[in-house]
């Protein structure tokens, strides 16, 4: 991307200073009481605006690792809060729109209710994120190797996982490049 993608401007055109992070942080403080972000070298830059919008951050201390091992740190920190379940979002994206979350809790409630440990928005036949995990699912991912994916441990409990189908193609509208964030601004504007 050439810069950090959790200071892209969100929505686009926006007259305030809003990013992806703080949109997604705002965006879970209604369904939450706790939003932590995991940052890694780039922790003086993000610590303003998590303050700003009322979230905790945890510093990875081994970011080299990679994003599994920022997973990592943050379900831990979720853990040492007495907390047993998580809502997981990631800031490469811009957040999901208020109803997808309301349907997510909602499908939560109910799915581990009956033995299911995560549920996973899907669009276009694609699985998405935020992900709602219980604390079966957050003990999964603390046991992993380090060397694992969430991909491959979500595929590995795919049983214990409620897939739902939602009509917002932000959870799975991945920004990696300046053509990735043009197209996602683009269809954000032209939504109504």
Known sequence: MGRDKALLPWPPGA????????ATIELLQAPSD???????KNAGSLQPIVDAAA???????HPERGQFSSLQVGLQEVLNHGRDAAM????DRPPAQPPTLACLCEAFSHAYESGKWAVVPEHGGRHGHPILIGREMI???LRAPATSTA???EHSLEPRILYVPVDDPNVVAN??????????????????
């Open 55 to 61: 979230g905790y951050l945890v510093v990875n201390p």
């Open 151 to 153: 991909r491959e441990v």
């Open 15 to 22: 007259a305030s200073r809003s990013t992806f992070l703080s």
């Open 34 to 40: 706790m939003v932590i972000v995991v940052a890694g």
């Open 175 to 192: 920004v990696d490049t300046p053509e990735d964030y043009e197209r996602v601004s683009k269809a954000r504007v032209q939504a109504p």
């Open 88 to 91: 997981v979002a990631l800031v």
């Open 139 to 141: 003990e999964a991912f």
